[in-house]
């Protein structure tokens, strides 16, 4: 039997009820590779991309809200393709080198831009872009799941949850 979600409205459980898993202390000692954010990130989220600063007190360019350096990617209004952009530090040993495993959401064709990351003592830090395109419409308003992860080919499997709500067509009422 399906997994039910608790609530006023009996439904079948997904991952926004049930989250991406448990936590592992000893595998979390030993990450491999860390999506690392800073509280300046957070201020440059909020003031910036979110829309609350004014223009001259930003420094960066406004950029998309799912580039949010978060270990989970979430698009909400997906209507044709949308690009994310995450970084990574590896934290594991110098020379390592990672590859992408996607399982995309259903109606959804995802690519990694590089598809692999090569690590070294001198560079500890890379950027990869992940791209989203519709293949399929859905029934409006559903969220699809997937996940990304990264493996080295050893111990290291770097798992981030994937959400997508495809959009037909916007909604507008008139008032005359």
């Known amino acids: 039997m399906p997994i039910k979600a608790n609530g006023r409205v009996e439904k079948i459980a997904d991952p926004f009820d049930y989250g991406a898993g448990f936590i592992n202390p000893n595998m979390a000692a030993d990450p491999g590779l860390i999506y690392d ?13 979110g829309g609350l600063g004014s223009g001259d007190t930003c ?3 406004k950029g998309s809200l799912a580039d949010l350096n978060l270990p989970s990617i979430a ?22 080198v990672y590859k ?17 990351l090569v690590f070294s003592k001198d560079r500890k830090v890379q950027s990869f872009k992940v791209t989203f395109k519709v293949t399929r419409r859905p029934i409006q308003g559903d969220y ?22 495809i959009v ?6 008139k008032i005359s």
């Open 37 to 49: 954010i800073s509280a300046s990130d957070y201020l440059k989220f909020f003031n910036c991309m």
């Open 59 to 61: 420094t960066t360019a």
């Open 75 to 96: 698009i909400p209004n997906l209507k044709t393709f949308q690009v994310a952009t995450r970084t990574v530090t590896n934290v594991g040993q110098a020379n390592a």
């Open 100 to 116: 992408a495993f996607l399982q995309p959401p259903v109606g959804i064709e995802m690519a990694v831009e590089p598809p692999v």
């Open 144 to 165: 699809r799941f997937g996940s990304l992860a990264w493996h080295d080919g050893g111990n290291h499997w770097v798992r981030i949850p994937i959400a997508v709500r």
């Open 168 to 173: 037909i067509e916007e909604i507008y009422s």
